[in-house]
């Protein structure tokens, strides 16, 4: 186990680096950032030369891979650090240096235990994008088919854990503050991005995560999961179809190819809502880098995604309060959104519900009927955030997955046609989803299966009713969280200085991520 010397100079150093590049200065200015974390951001940059604009890409790039995924999962969190600070953080989505391909080819060869010249008939050396744990080459297969290889940078797992120990060791000590650290779960929130980083790691989960989205999706024709190539597949290799389309990120030649825009950003916004409403399972990576314009049927076109290593997964309970949360903001229904927090357990019973729901509206009536263009995501997102504080509703991690994406997603649709309505594009499918499912034949049905599922389970739950019978509503149970040592003040002044400064320096290198 590393010890908490080990982790003290880590956080020093990383809190080093962001104080160099001016990424502490928005820490220092946020009257959110608790009093003790601003004081340690002014210690860390004493004595740099801090630049005019912050860099803060650079920061995040020095610091590591594990740095550079909590810089891409901050870009899309305008509403805590501020567009000059996530537009510059879009930045680590791609373009990162290469691996050189001798390297590259020494890691496939030695995961699959054979010559490449076995598997490829011709692999491009350039890379055609390098992230922060794999970077991809095109390439042909021995069979003639062109694929895309996804392989991991060498050493990224050794490097990836030493950085989420520090990460969790450092959430600890936050949440040993208690008040508003307290209240967000650190702890919970790092234990989340570990397991989702786990999956990136093991590129055969994420293959499997595409051949899952892939059938979950047969109902969206439009919407295209590249097929995954099971037989050139391992733990640090992912062999996949290569996408020939454009970049929705390039909207000068999505233009000049003639594709609708509007009718784009509507399938991008449907897409999302079936994946989290009607499947549960969702790609929670959907920027621009990751989505492509291909030609489809009659002129229309398809959309393709890429990159499944970070996927969403949320049970039917949720799914149902998510879509009624949505259709209640969409409708103006704000007491049966308030209803909802109430029985999900999202917030504490000893608050007045209809308190809360007044909350909702100041939060809701701003947003309805107006196109996207001429409302702020980031205020929005700034209400219901002090919401959560004002009713000590706590984090929940499997719903800021969800939170995030919808940001990312509602950006990209946005860029394709600023004139979209969000409601008005959400509210139809939302509506029919509820009337599915939550309708006089769904409860029916519903009812049957679970009676059945009961009288199968009488003997057992007669034997053991307290164990065996499930606890009603609530949020889901929060996963168990390994023991770690919180450091605590003693022995002398001089310890005591330390290890209070050195915590908080980790601490305001992570408290963008927490929040």
């Known amino acids: 186990m590393t010890s908490s010397v080990t982790h003290l100079w880590r956080l020093l150093k990383w809190g080093r680096i962001l104080a160099r590049h001016g990424a502490l200065r928005g820490i220092e200015r946020d009257p959110n950032t608790p009093a003790a974390v601003r004081r340690l951001a002014r210690v860390a940059r004493f004595g740099a030369r801090v630049p005019k604009v912050p860099r803060y890409a650079d920061a995040f790039q020095a610091i590591g891979p594990a740095a550079i995924k909590l810089g891409q999962t901050l870009a899309t969190r305008v509403d805590l650090i501020g567009e000059d600070a996530a537009h510059d953080l879009m930045r680590l989505q791609d373009s990162l240096p290469p691996v050189p391909f001798d390297t590259i080819r020494a890691a496939i060869e030695a995961s699959f235990g054979r010559p490449l010249t076995d598997l490829y008939a011709s692999v491009e050396e350039s890379p055609i994008g390098a992230a922060s744990i794999a970077q991809v080459h095109r390439a042909v297969t021995t069979d003639g088919r062109t694929v895309a290889i996804k392989v991991l940078r060498p050493g990224v797992e050794a490097e990836f854990a030493r950085a989420i120990a520090t990460y969790e060791w450092a959430a600890a000590q936050l949440e040993g503050l208690g008040g508003e650290a307290s209240r967000l779960r650190p702890r919970l929130v790092i234990e989340t991005f570990k397991r ?43 062999t996949l179809e290569w996408v020939d389309g454009i970049k929705l990120n390039d909207r000068a030649a999505l233009v000049a190819a003639g594709y609708d825009m509007a009718a784009m950003a509507k399938l991008i916004v449907r897409s999302f809502l079936r994946q989290a409403i009607s499947e549960g399972f969702f790609h929670a990576d959907m920027h621009q880098g990751n989505l492509f314009a291909l030609p489809g049927a009659n002129g229309h076109a398809r959309i393709a995604a890429i990159d499944f290593g970070i996927m969403g997964r949320i049970d039917r309970r949720a799914r149902v309060w998510l879509a009624e949360i949505l259709y209640g903001l969409i409708t103006g229904d704000y007491k049966r959104v308030a209803e909802i927090h109430f029985e999900a357990g999202y917030v504490p019973s000893h608050h007045n519900m209809a308190e809360f729901a007044t909350a909702l509206r100041a939060v809701g009536e701003p947003m309805r009927g107006r196109p996207v263009k001429d409302m702020s995501v980031g205020a929005m997102l700034d209400g219901l955030f002090s919401i959560t504080r004002d009713f000590d509703m706590q984090t929940q991690p499997h719903l800021l997955l969800l939170q995030k994406t919808m940001v990312v997603v509602e950006g990209v649709a946005t860029r394709l046609d600023p004139d979209i309505n969000m409601w008005e594009t959400s509210g139809p499918f939302v509506k029919e989803w509820i009337r599915t499912e939550l309708g006089p034949e769904a409860w029916a049905a519903d009812r049957i299966v679970a009676d059945l599922k009961t009288f199968a389970r009488l ?57």
């Open 196 to 238: 989702w980083t786990a999956r990136e790691l093991d590129l055969r989960r994420e293959g499997a995560s595409a051949s899952e989205l892939a059938e979950g999706m047969e109902a969206e024709p439009d919407f295209h999961v590249p097929a995954i190539d099971w037989e050139r597949t391992t733990g640090k290799v992912l």
């Open 459 to 515: 003997p057992d739950l007669i034997r053991n009713i307290e164990a065996r019978y499930p606890a009603p509503g609530g949020a889901p149970p929060a996963p168990p969280l390994r023991e770690i040592e919180v450091v605590r003040v003693g022995g002398g002044w001089r310890y005591a200085a330390v290890a209070v400064l050195a915590a908080l320096a980790g601490a305001a290198g992570v408290w963008g991520f927490l929040g």
